[in-house]
């Protein structure tokens, strides 16, 4: 579906010229990870634009976006050669030089500079969220980031709650498209850093319920005793 980028037709409610706000925390390390900044060129002048394009399933996340900031959100299905299959996915846009320009002076996709560590645990889930996945296989609680080639993490050296109990090993993606960032630990603190980053705040519902299996099949283990 080709979206008209040319007339403004809702409400910003805000426009990100600062991370005063838990909620404004997660956003900007959601769309650090699943976000895109752009420039659509029109015939008499150009748009910045930044979206985010998810699979339906996870519209909820959008909803959380539109709420706190505004823009607009368009459901589309998109056919798969690969698969044969259409799929559902949603997008949230917002056409604005205001927003995308005040996320560039907050140091989008560079440092956490304007981020106050009393918002990095919202920034973390949002960044989990988008790029991160966790789980629970082989009795082991496995947790990664996933982020584009060039990416060192860096910006992370600043969140506390990943310095005392962690390790964190970085590594090229098996295409060599791609970072990946792995966070060891025990399984038991590994589970604490989980349910601190989603204790509080909005989250996307299914990384909640994947958080509540993990949590459940942990503490059912068998234990197993040395004679």
């Keep these: 579906k080709n979206f008209n980028h040319s007339k403004r037709k809702y409400e910003i409610k805000d426009f990100f010229d600062k991370i005063d706000s838990a909620n404004k925390a997660y956003i900007f390390g959601f769309l650090w990870a699943d976000?895109?900044?752009?420039?659509?060129s029109r015939k008499q002048h150009k748009l910045k634009s930044v979206r985010c394009i998810l699979n339906s399933k996870d519209r909820d996340v959008?909803?959380?976006?539109?709420?706190?900031?505004?823009g607009v959100i368009f459901d589309s299905s998109v056919f798969d050669k690969r698969t044969k299959k259409y799929y559902d996915r949603s997008t949230w846009i917002m056409n604005s030089k205001i927003v995308v320009d005040n996320l560039k002076s907050l140091n989008f996709r560079k440092n956490l500079k304007f981020v106050s560590s009393k918002f990095h645990i919202d920034f973390l889930r949002g960044l989990i969220d988008g790029d991160g996945t966790f789980g629970y296989y082989d009795n082991d609680i496995k947790i990664k980031i996933t982020s584009s080639y060039e990416d060192d993490f860096e910006y992370l050296s600043v969140v506390s709650l990943l310095k005392d109990k962690f390790t964190i090993n970085k590594y090229e993606g098996k295409r060599g498209k791609s970072t990946n960032l792995v966070i060891n630990g025990s399984n038991v603190d590994k589970l604490k850093l989980l349910s601190v980053i989603y204790s509080n705040g909005f989250s996307m519902a299914r990384k909640c319920d994947k958080l509540k299996k993990i949590t459940?099949?942990?503490?059912?283990?068998?234990?197993k005793y040395k004679k």
């Design 35 to 40: 976000g895109h900044l752009s420039m659509i």
């Design 62 to 70: 959008l909803e959380f976006i539109c709420s706190i900031i505004g």
């Design 216 to 223: 459940e099949e942990f503490n059912n283990r068998p234990i």
